[in-house]
T-cell receptor, first 112, second 115 residues
């Protein structure tokens, strides 16, 4: 099941710079997208979401962009902080369904 | 902040044995879910539960799996006859509603090891 793909398994960014995490999807029926952050030995923690009727949603240091024609979304974190080091998962949901379909995750490391 | 609680944090069981994984969802939430993550793989949906019945399930959720809300606070996942490939992190989640306005809150997970 490759409906949601995060092609970069890891990303390393300098503290204070922008982190950009990418996610692609294949199912055009997806209408709601979420980003989760996960630390070791913890469950995924919700970060930010976006509905397919929007192309941008912002919450503090986190901004999610959605490009429906390219079936691509990205998470921007600026400025990046050491506490942002974690695995980030993109997830998608199809209208009317309850299940979330997750990507493989990207491990973000913020270097001091 | 309200949280989803899962017990135990780690369970080791012999192949063929039954296991029950327990979850206490957030008290005013109405929808409950189980997901799992096999080491090195994606987080995968297993089942959702609403109004005391399964509302959606994946192809992974076959006859060896069952869910129950026995007492109005706990939400359990039972695996009847465990196999080696059931070894994974199992995450419980809950949400207030099913629309996009309601977030999903995940527990910290139970690491199940089948030997």
């Amino acid at each position: 099941d490759q409906q949601v793909k995060q092609n970069s398994p890891s990303l390393s960014v300098q503290e204070g710079r922008i982190s950009i995490l990418n996610c692609d999807y294949t199912n055009s029926m997806f209408d709601y997208f979420l980003w989760y952050k996960k630390y070791p030995a913890e469950g995924p923690t919700f970060l930010i979401s976006i509905s397919s009727i929007k192309d941008k949603n912002e919450d503090g240091r986190f901004t999610v962009f959605l490009n429906k024609s390219a079936k691509h979304l990205s998470l921007h974190i600026v400025p990046s902080q050491p506490g942002d080091s974690a695995v980030y998962f993109c997830a998608a949901r199809q209208g009317g369904a309850q299940k979330l379909v997750f990507g493989q995750g990207t491990r973000l490391t913020i270097n001091p | 902040e309200p949280e989803v609680t899962q017990t135990p944090s780690h369970q080791v069981t012999q192949m063929g044995q039954e296991v029950i994984l327990r979850c206490v969802p957030i008290s005013n939430h109405l929808y409950f879910y189980w997901y799992r993550q096999i080491l090195g793989q994606k987080v995968e949906f297993l089942v959702s539960f609403y109004n005391n019945e399964i509302s959606e399930k994946s192809e992974i959720f076959d006859d060896q799996f069952s869910v129950e809300r026995p007492d109005g606070s706990n939400f359990t996942l039972k695996i009847r006859s465990t196999k080696l490939e059931d070894s994974a992190m199992y995450f419980c989640a809950s949400s207030e509603g099913r629309s996009e306005h309601y977030g999903y809150t995940f527990g910290s997970g139970t690491r199940l090891t089948v030997v």
